[in-house]
């Protein structure tokens, strides 16, 4: 019973939590109607609905992600065209002229008519399906206790009782709402200008949903906010359960003493399986059970991410140091780019960063998706009861992560060493980037990501073209020579083509790769139209030459001296080079 009022309260305090922002509008455009007919419907569709997909997702497997994944496309598909009908009468009438009664019922709530219990109850479904709450303690201890346990009803319950408490305080909300939408239609008479007000949030909350603002940037927002409470909550209700009890059992004894040490780490969540690897590599594969009682960081990586690559050199010293005392790290390669899944590619990148910890291939992403993760490089710290008490996304913090690895440690031991932190001897791509002079982004140079592209031929997709290039302005780009723009990458189809780009960083990185017949591509490399000297990165000569003999990132540029504002030219000898991303430091 704790545990369902954990979940209820947690659902409660998603309001005040930046996720639940894309779905107000969709919440609001029912105040004023009358509770039973409009908001009742529409919040039992979107607890149901929830529940239900929360529940196939955390258990089904592949087939569930992708089946949620149309649900969400339907569901912003019909919210899209319920925005536009509150916006435009005329456009809710041509929609209702087939008389789907789908549609009637939609167009008459548009209207401000009749309310229909259908149409409200659609609405909670859509945005059911659409909702993509905090992950935050609470709601990843259920999710991932799903995965660990398999289906049953009390998992479903759970979700339930969270979504319950989201729908309660929304409720509280739209009912707030209602009573300010109706002062504001007898003292004003702007009845009409707030229909459509709302036609305008919905349309925003829809392309903030179907852009993954949702998913990323205000999840991330969300996460920061209410962890805490979450984490407070828990900490207060689950202390005198019988869960509680076995969860926060006493550390091993040492030297024949009980010892009672205890860091202040919260739990955020429970160690998910380890199954769905295509490989291992530096060890058979290992199971959460058989880890059970050490301490174990899991490092998503890939290995031409330079955000990943700066990581290395800490996780690499961490698993070293600490290997004696009980830590056990663990690398899963999710791959970004289709290259990035040949496991010859990845094994010969293991020896390259002479990584000695045990690598899981995860081409499938099956532990990806069992840690709810979603970033490179992102690092989940767990400690010997199999319990997450850290997470940490992307590179940085470094002695943050290692303190909390010492406290999960001191908690095995029962005591806590006074032990320094590493300072690994970082160089060439693995050094720190120069933040402070950083004025250049990530720019993919596929069509699926590509942005920032100047050459005024734009983009043939999947065709070859002639493209030309004059002189981009700041974090612009360009082609020059015959090249085909895929997906993922650009290749060069004839010898002399090149790509310019103008940034401002210290470092200028691109991924690059041989092409299909694997054959070596000379390059050259200008600065501001003269070979680099001084200012050349690790993988050319300081006349600016190099070769592309395997698909990695590339070093090109490392400016020695003041840092500003350049232009890079990069000019292939040979045909048949791919190019991925530029990214910089």
Known sequence: MILFTIAYIAGVLTIVSPCILPVLPFVFSRAGQPFTRSILPML???VVTFAAVATLVAIGGDWAVHANEAGRYAAIAVLAVFSV???SPQFAA?????????????????AGQKTSVGASLLLGVATGLLWAPCAGPVLGLVLTGAALHGANVG??????????????????????????????KRSLGIGERLRQGLGIAVLAGVAAIALGLDTGLLARLSFAGTTDLEQSLLN?????SPEAALSQSATPAVGGQQQAYRSNLPVEGIFPPLDGAVEWLNSKPLTVEELRGKVVLVDFWTYSCINCIRTIPYVRAWAEKYRDQGLVVIGVHAPEFAFEKRIDNVRKAVRDFEIGYPVAIDNDFSIWR???????PAHYFIDAEGRIRHRHFGEGDYDQSERVIQELLAETAGSRRGDGLVKPDTKGTEAAPDLANLQSGED???????????SPEGVAADKARDYSVGRPRLNRWGLTGNWTVGAEQATLNRTGGSITYRFNARDLHLVLGPGAGGRQVRFQVKVDGVAPGADSGSDIDPGGNGTVSETRLYQLVRQSGEVRERTFEIRFLDPGVEAFVFTFG
């Open 94 to 110: 041509v929609v209702t002229r087939p008389a789907v009664t789908l549609g009637d019922r939609l167009s008459q709530r548009a």
């Open 444 to 454: 993919y140079l596929g069509y699926v990501r590509a942005g920032n592209f100047v």
């Open 44 to 46: 039992i569709g979107k």
């Open 370 to 376: 069992a840690f709810g993760n979603s970033y490179w």
């Open 236 to 240: 207060r209700l689950v202390s005198d």
């Open 155 to 184: 998992t479903t319950l759970l979700l339930t009782a969270y979504a319950a408490g989201a729908a309660t305080s929304l409720a509280l909300a739209v009912l707030a709402g209602g009573r300010i939408f109706a002062a504001m």
């Open 85 to 87: 009908m509150l916006l």
